[in-house]
């Protein structure tokens, strides 16, 4: 065997590392829990943090001031003068006020709202979580039914085992417990 002593330098070759094919990526950190003391304080700090940002926009012109909420409690302390003028006009027009917010929060609430189809899913999505922290439990129940013989009977206990997802197995016994 004869080397060729011009290849060999004094330079070492590292090769590229590459992944072992088996082993996969490391699961990523968990977050930590939070109590719901620090829950509270950070959507606090948050709300705030909106409400500052809100104002300083507002300070700089890029927002215009939102209009007062003139209530009927407060009515003389907001509009003062124009008050004592024409009371029963400036008493309709806060309530006309009043009835737009109360109707827009009512818009928001129903936007907000699932539909029922989408509560349904939800519940079922519920029911059946089966992530590792989720609500799968098994729940073991025992019913003791006197008399089956009637459909009436039977059909109300199956529609119940439809509606409550409910499977399991039916005893029957031919003497009267």
Known sequence: MRLRLGKVTVYV???VPLEPPAAGPPPPPQPLKLTKKELKKMRTQRRQAREKEKQELIRQGLLEP???KVKISNLMRVLGE???LDPTAIEQEVRRQMGERQ???DDRNIARMLTPAERRDKKLRKLFDNTPGGALTTRTAVYRVEDLS???HRFKVDVNARENHLSGAHVASGRAL
Do not use: L, R, V
Request: glycine content about 6%; cysteine-free; overall charge negative.
């Open 82 to 84: 124009e008050a004592t």
């Open 66 to 68: 939102p209009k007062p």
């Open 13 to 15: 070759e590292h090769p």
């Open 103 to 105: 109707a827009a929060h």
């Open 150 to 152: 009637h459909g009436q």
